[in-house]
């Protein structure tokens, strides 16, 4: 069993950065791959960002390459979405998420969901 807690959310005005952190509990943090997601209101929960257990791969959604980096700290079982570049767009309610196998980029894939923190971009 493994949980997931979000923090580092927050109000940041348009071109503004903020780092959220992902903590896990659970002795087999590593041997999940992660990811990021985000839901604004009246939309679906969309792929963001997802990186291989080891963080040696990662993967993007088009519209975030270039201005988001996922990571993470294996010996703090913590997982990272740093945001850069931020725009009001970018204003949603973001979720970190674990997976064994499957897609990266599908949401059913992953069987761990923390409960989100939300992020609110200003124009």
């Known amino acids: 069993q493994v949980q997931l807690v979000e923090s580092g959310g927050g109000l940041v005005q348009a071109g503004g950065s903020l780092r959220l952190s992902c903590a896990a509990s659970?002795?087999?943090?590593?041997?999940?791959?992660m990811g990021w997601f985000r839901q604004a209101p009246g939309k679906e929960r969309e792929f963001v960002a997802a990186?291989?257990?080891?963080?040696?791969?990662?993967y993007y959604a088009d519209f975030v390459k270039g201005r988001f980096t996922i990571s993470r700290d294996n010996a703090k079982n913590t997982v990272y979405l740093q945001m850069n570049s931020l725009k009001p767009e970018d204003t949603a309610v973001y979720y970190c998420?674990?997976?064994?196998?499957?897609?990266?980029?599908?949401?059913?894939?992953?069987?761990?969901w923390g409960q989100g923190t939300q992020v609110t971009v200003s124009s």
């Open positions: 659970g002795r087999t943090f590593s041997r999940y791959a």
């Open positions: 990186g291989s257990w080891s963080g040696g791969m990662t």
């Open positions: 998420a674990f997976r064994l196998g499957g897609s990266y980029y599908s949401r059913t894939s992953y069987d761990y």
